[in-house]
């Protein structure tokens, strides 16, 4: 057979190409978007075929991470469904979810939901519900960060936080990077190279890295260099938010909110693209100079370090710097080693030696950081990294500006309770005292586990959110673990408020103790009514746990708003103190 007379294309996209476009989009549903976009390289013809809009609109249904109607919804200001999925993807289902900074905080917990053509991560406060319970309560939360989809699927990421005025401002940055099974979300500033002026084609890219790679990593720097530079940008590229309703409704509530919505993402926009300048243009106007950006020149001196930045392109610099600093450095050594027999004068002198030596080669590193670009912008990375945990509760480093994702898993056929669960104490749930018109919310994570030596499951509640002002056991800690084979026979000690009871097992829970890893347990037993109520009861005291299941991102919509705190703590309040710092505030106005 001679080559001309062989089908220009494969025989199976010619029987896709004759199928409906109802069937095709009926396939569709069955592969990921992946699939789609290899699929559509096959050929020309499938590529065609591929790229429609009824496709694309099946694959950001595959994705589930938002219901139709929002789809359709956010596709208005998208220019394709095909974007509109490609933010989905890369964006949102990656990070959607609890995510949660160290053991012992009250309030450093930050839950990331779709917003509107955006997601965002919203710090839900420690606080009390009234009698209505948690249902009707308006649980308050405070912006932490918007990613905000640009108009052709690009991300755009904003840090909310508060001036010293105690006005409300955002601190406009990029997006770095978002591994698909992320874990840690890194807050950090990166070097940049001036590569082109914004342009309309490009709304978030105007600034792109140059073609040297970073000689030193933003994470390796010593932590009080990062929390400086961290602190120098957001002090620099603040934009206040205007006194506008608009600006503060960050979730649709109703059909009439959608307006609001698109002039509040219009005005995002134009913030990340023109800066503070951003109220006199417009989308389709070109930058003349580059926003958001601390001239690293100018941050230099700012950090003490007297004149401009030096020139370490040919790295000849760098390695005499270092060779002169390690002589020096090492003799301090063996002076410090030689003089231990010395008087205490000589040990002294000795040991300021040494710390002369580190405070002068400390620089090195910020300094090979910084003289990749010419200037510095804030960036977001999400990124998986190798982490332990205890009881569900990961291990944390408490010097780094970065949330841990907390894997929460849905409920499961023989894990029925698995999941997020919320609750107060007593009984019936909701009933308040006169002397007391609130009761303490508490959020607990439900998992399931063997134990130690294999012969049961338990049932774990670990709690990620206490309401009080004070902390006895800290977050991450037990508040209760059931044998979840072992029936339990105790009756319930009080009056069943209507429920009907169908299960009982038998468990311990948190009682006295001393902390996050030796807290103290006492019996009791875990109920479990009709109508998904879940119970525990200590066995001496008769204090009740109730526990419901919520629905987060509802509560939050329905939610009070109040005033997030300066940038860099907003992100991660880094304290040892068991205190709410928003216990004093109230709804922004």
Not at 194 to 214: A, N
Not at 562 to 574: G, Q
Request: net charge neutral.
């Amino acid at each position: 057979m001679k080559t001309d007379d062989l089908p220009l294309e494969p025989f199976g996209a010619c029987l896709l190409l004759s199928l409906p476009e109802d069937v095709i989009a009926v396939i569709a549903r069955f592969v990921s978007p992946r699939d789609v976009c290899n699929l559509s390289l096959c050929c020309k013809s499938l590529c065609d075929l591929l790229d429609s809009e009824r496709i694309w609109l099946v694959q950001c249904e595959v994705v589930k991470v938002l219901p139709l109607t929002e789809i359709v919804q956010w596709r208005i200001e998208i220019s394709s469904y095909k974007s509109l999925c490609r933010f989905l993807v890369d964006v949102v289902k990656p990070l959607v979810g609890i995510w949660v900074h160290q053991n012992p905080e009250l309030g450093n917990v930050v839950y990331v939901m779709p917003g509107f053509l955006s997601i965002v991560g919203c710090r839900i406060i420690p606080q009390e519900v009234g009698p209505l319970g948690i249902q009707e309560a308006q649980v308050m939360w405070s912006p932490v960060f918007e990613i905000v989809c640009g108009l052709d699927g690009s991300a755009m990421f904003f840090l909310h936080g508060k001036d010293v005025n105690h006005c409300c401002c955002l601190h406009p940055g990029f997006v770095m990077g978002i591994e698909k099974s992320c874990n840690a979300l890194l807050l950090e500033v990166e070097p940049r190279q001036e590569k082109q002026l914004c342009s309309e084609s490009s709304d978030i890219e105007t600034v792109l890295l140059g073609e040297k790679e970073v000689q030193f990593p933003f994470c390796k720097l010593p932590f009080s260099h990062r929390r400086n530079l961290l602190n120098i940008v957001t002090s620099t590229n603040g934009i206040p938010l205007p006194d506008l309703s608009s600006s503060e409704r960050l979730f649709p509530r109703s059909k009439e909110d959608e307006a609001v919505l698109l002039e509040r993402r219009t005005m995002l926009l134009k913030m990340h693209k023109f800066g503070g300048d951003w109220n006199h243009m417009n989308l389709e106007d070109e930058c003349t100079n580059i926003p958001n950006q601390v001239d690293i020149n100018k941050l230099w001196r700012h950090l003490g370090f007297g004149s401009d930045l030096p020139n370490t392109d040919s790295g000849n610099q760098i390695q005499g710097t270092q060779k002169k600093s390690f002589s020096r450095y090492f003799t301090s050594g063996i002076k410090h080693i030689l003089g231990r027999s010395s008087s205490s004068k000589n040990s002294s002198s000795s040991s300021m030696n040494k710390s002369s030596s580190r405070s002068e080669t400390r620089p090195w590193n910020l300094q090979r950081f910084l003289t990749v670009g010419d200037s510095i912008g804030l960036s977001l990375k999400a990124s998986n990294i190798k982490l332990s945990s205890y009881q569900g509760w990961p291990n944390i480093d408490e010097t780094r500006f970065a949330l841990y994702k907390l894997q929460i898993k849905n409920p499961v056929a023989n894990q029925e309770y698995s999941g997020l669960w919320g609750g107060t104490f007593g009984w019936p749930p909701g009933k308040c005292s006169e002397d007391k018109p609130g009761k303490a919310l508490f959020l607990l994570m439900l998992s399931y586990k063997e134990s130690e030596d294999g012969s049961e499951r338990l049932l774990i509640g670990t709690k990620i959110l206490e309401g009080t002002h004070y902390g006895m056991h800290p977050n991450g800690s037990a508040m209760f673990v059931v044998k979840i084979d072992s029936p339990s026979f105790e009756v319930f000690p009080f009056d069943t408020n209507g429920e009907e009871f169908e299960h009982s097992y038998a468990g311990e829970g948190t009682s006295k103790g001393y902390g996050f890893r030796y807290p103290g347990y006492k019996p009791g037993t875990l109920y479990v009514t009709s109508k998904g109520l879940l119970m525990f009861v200590w066995k001496a005291t008769k204090v009740v746990l109730t526990l419901q299941r919520l629905d987060l991102g509802e509560l939050l919509r329905k939610g009070m708003c109040v005033s997030p705190l300066p940038p860099c703590l907003n992100f991660v309040y880094l304290t040892k103190s068991h205190t709410n710092v928003f216990a004093p505030e109230r709804r922004r106005s």
